[in-house]
């Protein structure tokens, strides 16, 4: 496995007024960093730093010879801090409040972590669900940092729906006797669907007292308390709640004509949580001012879980940005000219 690493961001701010010094973990996969194009993936709500491997939880993207090729581009992740990965502290240990922390919040920790690593450029950020929106503050908060900008099953702002639902996450994280577990398994009704539910369980019983998707459910539950911290939890539903690039009091379209990337969309048609509705306007809305941007729509029965599921439509629809024949020749100058100046 990639080695995790820490670095220290000094007197990093907060939203809300709090000035702390933060440790900040990651782990680099494929080309070392300086000699290949660089790939910031941000990881989703449980997720880390360990993007690919063998239980890489992004493993289908990203590896040899997969759509995001690690013999090709240096893959950088961070670990959200407070998550609790491997020797990532957790918020407890660190003495803070959850809720002093926003998404904007992150992405600047994120781009105090990259000046560190003397990165001024990389070649794309992607991030699923709370990553998307992280990667969609960065670019808000850096506009010429980032080449090509990729949320997946992301939002550039968090909608009363998913407001509504992380407060209610919030609710049962403080005041339930069984806080995670319970939490995750609300949740995961929300990362499927109806049709999911039907197509995986078909109202089978595991026995006389208990339907299949309840066991399927309590196991989720019971996997997340195994591996997980609840203050990380709370930590991730807030940024989740807290997405939004306009701050708040800034126009959308003021905000995304300084962004310089490609924007490549990526929403799901079946998406309970961000809705496709809401990225197909993300979508008309920019180009309206920017002719670089697409979307792209993975068609499934799974929800927002699709983004894990169905691998080879999303590989399909972001080979154009890895894979093109103008971006390979763009890697192959870049690892030459890497080379002279070496």
Known sequence: MSQIRNIVINSCQTSSGKTMDLPLSYQVFGKPLHEAPIVLVNHALTGNSKVCGDDGWWKDLIGAGKCIDTTAYTVLAFNIPGNGFFYSQSLDDLKLDYKDFTARDVAGLFAQGLDQLKINKLFAVIGGSVGGGIAWELAALRPKLIENLIPVAADWKATDW??????????????????????????????????????????????????????????????????????????????????????????????????????HIITINSDLLFKTEENWNTYVNLRSIKENVTIGEIESIHGHDAFLIEYQQLSRLLRPVFHSEEKKSLISSYNYNLKRIA
């Open 162 to 263: 998913v407001i509504a639902n992380c407060f209610i996450q919030d609710s049962i994280l403080n005041n339930s006797s069984k806080p995670l577990s319970d939490a995750r398994m609300h949740a995961m009704t929300l990362y499927r669907t109806p049709e999911s539910f039907a197509d995986k369980f078909n109202r089978t019983k595991r026995n006389k007292s208990l339907f299949n998707v309840e066991s399927w459910l309590n196991h989720h539950g019971e996997k997340l308390t195994e591996r997980f911290q609840v203050s990380a939890y709370k930590m991730v539903n807030q940024l989740l709640k807290t997405i939004d690039i306009t701050q708040g009091n800034e126009n959308f379209l003021e905000v995304v004509s300084r962004i310089e990337s490609n924007i």
